[in-house]
């Protein structure tokens, strides 16, 4: 039976640590008003240092009590728009209740000007945040009880009364980090260690890695709806164009990613499966819900109002606590700035290959590496606490990073290391949680680097495009901006309206020409007037010198078109072809540089309802496995080519293994899907002091009293 200390001394423990952290308030308060010169305790007259004190002692507990008391009604006043939150506005309203709380303050005759407040009240945040969160790690038990205390509340409001002692998943995203770059990043390189030494003690300790292969699509959107909902049928890019409904539809456009998703749940209800955090889970920062009953920050649910299904809750619930927003406003300002500096090194060094990184980028770039990340985080660690069976969370920090950067640039090491810290703070507070937890870390894909299409060749897919079917050709080239999912997760967060990609239209006239879209070093090519998938006689009797000029050009590796007696082909330079249904080649075979399994992919693909009438993978470097890309992306994925189908999977030995290789998201999906039986039948071991935290164990589970 487990020792429970006596009432009186848990209320004195708590005692203690608000007279701290109110001490180093006070002591704060004290330093500021001596280093500040606008800043005082005192009156013009001079007070007493008792005085002074009692002052300091007030205002920092008025302080305290406001931030608890008002700041969560102003987060959720202001809840239209989260994502401002860790900007200015958090410093102000800070500022605000400081300065509301001084002059509350009996023995105020000092002065605080207004623009001191905003300081003085970010540093008390940080510095009492700091001091509390230090005290409860410090302190075990107390610890404990905040655990018992915030799962046993969310228990009641969920209905329920004890957590079960099975073992839950946390299933961890890591977008866009392919399987090389991984390992690389857990092996010691130079002498000085692994980059991400949580990830690399995973790995030697308690978990096996292997590579997994994408589907064609090699993007979150068609690997994601795999993952979670079984079924990526009918997506065959980041973006295509439609002929039945005539729209574009992108995957990380809110009102598209709520389509797929309803799309592939009837699929999948049709071959009797559910989604995969169906029975209790949570979505956290993700595309799509996989049938989670708690959601925050989902993509396909961020139109929708409901109390339940609100993506943006998850903003609340972490900027409710003012040290949360302080110290996320402070990194994301230094996020700005250092993306801006590592902007202008690459500039001076000349780096190649190189997009631009100016206008709103900076900003984006700080809301996936930062606020996203944080509010992700916070969410999977309150999962944790309240002892769900299933949790999902993406992290897109290093994806975005890396599509401006290259995938092994300076700047994604960086951002490898923080995660790195991430999965560390989720796998200690899963050590802590009241059900034991496995951790399963993932990406959805890799990334491949290379030369934009355009930069490289001196003009864009849809000119080429334009140019085979003697079109006229636009003077300035427009360049297809990056599928960002962080800057689509802004704009949802700012509850802005969608307006995909600016450069293409929702809905195109069917008499403006071809509509060329990219997909990372994916092309995707239509016809809006023509009806119906347009066939390879049809290409050839209507536009000539199309298919020849695009299978021609030193950028491009192949295309896929139906031809009408021979069904799907892959056509490549030099009259290279190769029949998708029997496998014949004729002369040399396209898709030979891109390896084994390649035919089976755009096999797969050209199956789908909306293929479009032509498709295009850019050139892959046989040396070096550079791409590409018909966006403005240093590392890009969407194709084939390189290390962008070469995901990873990081999952606990006590599972048992996938059976295999596993090609395919939907593939992917009956492995985890597997493994959550096994968790729920108890395949856990507790490790003892000096084994292994996971080891290769079937036992029921039980837990140590």
Not at 505 to 513: E, F, K, L, Q
Request: with cysteine; charged share 25%; hydrophobic share 40%.
């Amino acid at each position: 039976m487990r020792f429970r200390p006596p009432a009186w001394r848990n209320l004195g423990a708590a005692a203690l640590r608000v007279v701290a952290v109110w001490t180093t308030a006070t002591l704060t308060m004290l330093l500021l008003a001596g280093l500040l010169p606008d800043f005082r305790l005192q009156s013009e007259d001079g007070d007493s240092a008792t005085r002074i004190g009692a002052t300091a002692a007030v205002g920092a507990g008025a302080f305290a009590l406001l931030s608890a008391v008002v700041w969560p009604v102003l987060v959720r006043a202001l809840l239209l728009v989260p994502a401002f939150v860790p900007g200015l506005l958090v410093f102000f309203l800070n500022g605000s209740l400081l300065w509301i709380a001084f002059t509350l303050a009996p023995y105020g005759r000092g002065s605080l000007r207004p623009e001191n407040a905003v300081l003085v009240a970010a540093a008390m945040s940080a510095v009492s945040s700091a001091t509390s969160t230090f005290l409860a790690v410090r302190d075990d038990s107390a610890y404990r009880r905040r655990l018992a205390r915030l799962a046993g509340r969310d228990r009641r409001r969920a209905g329920g009364d004890e957590v079960p002692q099975t073992p839950g998943i946390v299933f961890l995203q890591l977008d866009g980090l392919g399987h090389e770059v991984l390992r690389e990043a857990v092996t010691d390189q130079d002498g000085t260690g692994p980059l991400m030494p949580a990830v690399a003690a995973l790995r030697r300790e308690s978990h096996r890695l292997a590579r997994w292969r994408t589907d064609w699509s090699s993007q979150t959107g068609a690997s994601q709806l795999g993952i979670l909902h079984g079924s990526n049928a009918d997506v065959p890019a980041f973006r295509w164009y439609e002929k039945d409904t005539g729209e574009v539809v992108v995957s990380n456009r809110p009102s598209s990613a709520g389509e797929l998703q309803r799309r592939a749940t009837a699929r999948a209800a049709r071959a009797g499966r559910r989604g995969l955090l169906a029975d209790g889970g949570a979505s956290r920062g993700n595309l799509f819900t996989g049938g989670a009953s708690q959601v925050a920050l989902v993509l396909s649910v961020a139109a929708r109002r409901g109390r339940d299904t609100r993506s943006r809750a998850g903003y609340f619930a972490y900027f409710s606590d003012p040290a949360n927003a302080t110290r996320t406003a402070v990194s994301f300002v230094a996020e700005v700035v250092r993306e801006t500096v590592q902007s202008l090194r690459a500039r001076f060094r000349g780096d190649r290959p190189r997009v631009s990184r100016a206008g709103l980028y900076p900003f984006v770039r700080a809301f996936a590496t930062v606020v996203e990340r944080d509010v992700v985080v916070a969410a999977v660690l309150g999962d944790l606490l309240t002892g769900r069976p299933a949790v999902y969370a993406d992290l897109v920090s290093y994806d975005e990073v890396a599509h401006h950067s290259g995938p092994r640039g300076r700047d994604t090491r960086q951002v490898l290391r923080r995660l790195d810290r991430a999965v560390a703070l989720i796998a200690d507070v899963a050590e802590r949680a009241p059900r034991p937890y496995h951790l399963v870390l993932l990406s959805d894909h890799g990334q491949s680097r290379g030369e934009t299409f355009q930069r490289a060749y001196g003009l864009s897919l849809e000119e080429l495009v334009r140019a085979g079917c003697g079109l006229p050709v636009p003077r300035r080239a427009g360049r297809t901006r990056s599928g960002s999912e962080a800057r689509t997760a802004a704009r949802a967060a700012l509850h802005r309206p969608e307006n995909g990609d600016a450069e293409v239209p929702r809905r195109p006239s069917r008499g403006a020409g071809p509509v060329v879209l990219g997909s990372g070093n994916l092309g995707l090519i239509s016809f809006p007037d023509v009806p119906g998938r347009m066939t390879r006689e049809q290409l050839d009797a209507r536009h000539p010198a199309l298919l020849p000029a695009l299978a021609g050009h030193p950028g491009v590796g192949f295309l896929l078109v139906e031809s009408e007696r021979h069904g799907p082909v892959v056509l490549g330079p030099a009259g290279g072809e190769h029949r998708l249904r029997t496998g014949e080649t004729i002369g040399e075979d396209p898709l030979a540089p891109f390896g084994p399994g390649a035919a089976e992919a755009v096999l797969r693909t050209s199956g789908f309802a909306n293929v479009p009438d032509i498709m295009v993978n850019s050139r892959c470097d046989p040396e070096t496995g550079e791409v590409h890309a018909f966006e403005e992306q240093v590392g890009s994925h969407g194709g084939l080519g390189g290390e962008q189908s070469d995901a990873f999977l990081l999952w606990p030995r006590v599972f048992s293994p996938p059976g295999g290789p596993i090609v395919g998201a939907e593939r992917l999906h009956l492995v985890l899907r597997r493994w959550l039986e096994e968790s729920a039948e108890g395949w856990f071991t507790p490790p003892e002091p000096d084994a292994e935290p996971f080891p290769a164990s079937r036992e029921p589970a039980r837990r140590a009293r």
